[in-house]
């Protein structure tokens, strides 16, 4: 009778490597370089801490928080609105937008959005009806109490508006996209100007991408070698049964 050869039955169990996930209430899921929440530090960059308890994650850039409203890894950015702006443009402190140049730039899409506060009553000379500018009241702190505030969007074609602006106490800049920025052409409110921060920004990161990318990349090719030299050593070590 013709001799039959088997191979064993073999059953292998294998450890998986996870690459855990965030998991914030927002529903977004986020990997490297982005770490907090349920993600240890040692899996992500020491300048992508998220603070996950709120509604949206945070990250601090420069001791300021900014709410994380997007983020692409396949294009290395993320879509971020100042905290302290949020829903209001009356901030408790005044501080311009300041990032960590090493790591982080400015999308080309971002522009610059600047609120003065603390500005003298307008000399008859400025008529700020014809100058594109929106003009709020706000309550901050001891130092500028019910000052007025404004907005321009194009303050150099108005020279005497400028000068104007210039002896304002303080001027903040506040970065957002240029296709939200209130125009003079259009009817420039409290709203527009609070619905163009809200809607942020967007910045690009450098992390050591190309040697994050590398690594992530060769995670299941590693995985499936080893797994295919395990099943080799065993098949190989193993007796064949002979059927007769």
Same mark, same amino acid.
């Given at each position: 009778?013709?001799?039959?050869?088997?191979?064993?039955?073999? =059953? @292998?169990?294998?450890?998986?490597? &996870?690459? /855990?996930?965030?998991?914030?209430? !927002?529903?977004?899921?986020?990997?490297?370089? $982005?770490?907090?929440?349920?993600?240890?530090?040692?899996?992500?960059?020491?300048?992508?801490?998220?603070?996950?308890?709120?509604?949206?994650?945070?990250?601090?850039?420069?001791?300021?928080?900014?709410?994380?409203?997007?983020?692409?890894?396949?294009?290395?950015?993320?879509?971020?609105?100042?905290?302290?702006?949020?829903?209001?443009?009356?901030?408790?402190?005044?501080?311009?937008?300041?990032?960590?140049?090493?790591?982080?730039?400015?999308?080309?899409?971002?522009?610059?959005? =600047? @609120?003065?506060?603390?500005?003298? &009553?307008? /000399?008859?000379?400025?008529?700020? !009806?014809?100058?594109?500018?929106?003009?709020? $009241?706000?309550?901050?702190?001891?130092?500028?109490?019910?000052?007025?505030?404004?907005?321009?969007?194009?303050?150099?074609?108005?020279?005497?508006?400028?000068?104007?602006?210039?002896?304002?106490?303080?001027?903040?800049?506040?970065?957002?996209?240029?296709?939200?920025?209130?125009?003079?052409?259009?009817?420039?409110?409290?709203?527009?100007?609070?619905?163009?921060?809200?809607?942020?920004?967007?910045?690009?990161?450098?992390?050591?991408?190309?040697?994050?990318?590398?690594?992530? =990349?060769?995670?299941?090719?590693?995985?499936?070698?080893?797994?295919?030299?395990?099943?080799?050593?065993?098949?190989?070590?193993?007796?064949?049964?002979?059927?007769?």
């Amino acid at each position: 009778m013709e001799s039959r050869h088997h191979l064993p039955t073999i =059953t @292998l169990s294998f450890m998986i490597i &996870a690459i /855990s996930l965030i998991h914030i209430p !927002s529903g977004m899921k986020i990997t490297y370089p $982005f770490w907090g929440s349920n993600r240890p530090s040692y899996c992500g960059h020491p300048d992508f801490q998220l603070n996950c308890s709120g509604d949206v994650p945070e990250i601090n850039i420069k001791f300021l928080n900014f709410r994380v409203l997007s983020i692409s890894a396949a294009s290395s950015s993320l879509t971020v609105a100042r905290a302290d702006y949020w829903n209001e443009l009356c901030p408790a402190t005044l501080v311009n937008t300041t990032i960590n140049s090493t790591i982080f730039s400015y999308s080309s899409t971002a522009t610059n959005l =600047t @609120l003065y506060y603390g500005c003298p &009553a307008p /000399s008859s000379g400025v008529n700020i !009806s014809t100058t594109g500018t929106f003009q709020f $009241f706000c309550d901050i702190n001891s130092t500028i109490t019910a000052a007025a505030g404004y907005y321009n969007w194009m303050i150099s074609s108005n020279p005497t508006f400028s000068n104007f602006l210039g002896s304002c106490q303080d001027n903040v800049k506040v970065p957002v996209a240029q296709s939200a920025v209130p125009a003079a052409t259009g009817n420039v409110t409290e709203a527009a100007l609070i619905k163009a921060i809200d809607g942020g920004f967007t910045l690009e990161w450098n992390a050591n991408n190309p040697l994050c990318n590398m690594c992530l =990349t060769s995670v299941t090719a590693r995985m499936s070698l080893a797994l295919t030299v395990l099943i080799a050593d065993v098949v190989e070590t193993l007796p064949l049964q002979v059927v007769p």
